[in-house]
């Protein structure tokens, strides 16, 4: 039963361009959602967070949307960049349950010269 | 400033055989955690601590052992291992409280193959 879904395994942008990372989740409990993203042999860093109080929440190029009535979250990272190839994570938590995170399978981002 | 330290970094097992894996964090975290990371799969919580002393289980909690004797360390124990608990481990903690009580950082894993 994945409460968390990244529907999507993989995704292939060109340098400059925008490139959007989709997360559903099912659990109407969560509260707080957050994007780690992952380079091979590393552990996952943390990218950006948003609370169930905001629809939306931005840092630099990166910016995070939630629609609480689709439980629908989205990473847009403009212009994209080399060095934004990674796999990301989204995640999501109850913060009244122990703050333990579930995460989706994950979205590897190829960004292209 | 090393933040969360796994060791070791990659381990071969025997099936049957038993080993530990130690997590430390320099950052002061009440809380701490042990996710695997399979393919195909997001990161599974396996055991988790609040705090020194306290443990407790998460997700996949099966033939998996923690303890937590000192606040900078958490400890996983496989006391038998299986082809199954090949995996990459990853730990993970956060402060208990304030602005950032939400964020988990994660050490960089242990790659684990049971043969």
């Known amino acids: 039963d994945q409460q968390v879904k990244q529907n999507s395994p993989s995704l292939s942008v060109q340098e400059g361009r925008i490139s959007i990372l989709n997360c559903d989740y099912t659990?109407?409990?969560?509260?707080?959602f957050l994007w780690y993203k992952k380079y091979p042999a590393e552990g996952p860093t943390f990218l950006i967070s948003?609370?169930?109080?905001?629809d939306k929440n931005e840092d630099g190029r990166f910016t995070v949307f939630l629609n609480k009535s689709a439980k629908h979250l989205s990473l847009h990272i403009v212009p994209s960049q080399p060095g934004d190839s990674a796999v990301y994570f989204c995640?999501?938590?109850?913060?009244?349950?122990?703050?333990?995170?579930?995460f989706g399978t994950g979205t590897q981002l190829k960004v292209e010269l | 400033n090393a933040g969360v330290t796994q060791t070791p970094k990659f381990r071969v097992l025997k099936t049957g055989q038993s080993m530990t894996l130690l997590c430390a964090q320099d950052m002061n975290h009440e809380y701490m955690y042990w996710y695997r990371q399979d393919p195909g799969m997001g990161l599974r919580l396996i055991h988790y601590?609040?705090?020194?002393?306290?443990?407790a289980k998460g997700e996949v909690p099966d033939g998996y052992n923690v303890s937590r004797l000192k606040k900078q360390n958490f400890l996983l124990g496989l006391e038998s291992a299986a082809p199954s608990q090949t995996s990459v481990y990853f730990c993970?903690?956060?402060?208990?409280?304030?602005?950032?009580?939400?964020?988990?950082?994660f050490g960089a894993g242990t790659r684990l193959s049971v043969l």
């Open positions: 993970a903690s956060r402060e208990h409280s304030g602005p950032s009580r939400n964020i988990q950082y």
């Open positions: 948003i609370s169930s109080i905001k």
């Open positions: 995640a999501a938590l109850f913060t009244g349950g122990g703050n333990k995170l579930t």
């Open positions: 659990n109407s409990m969560f509260d707080y």
């Open positions: 601590s609040v705090g020194e002393g306290t443990t």
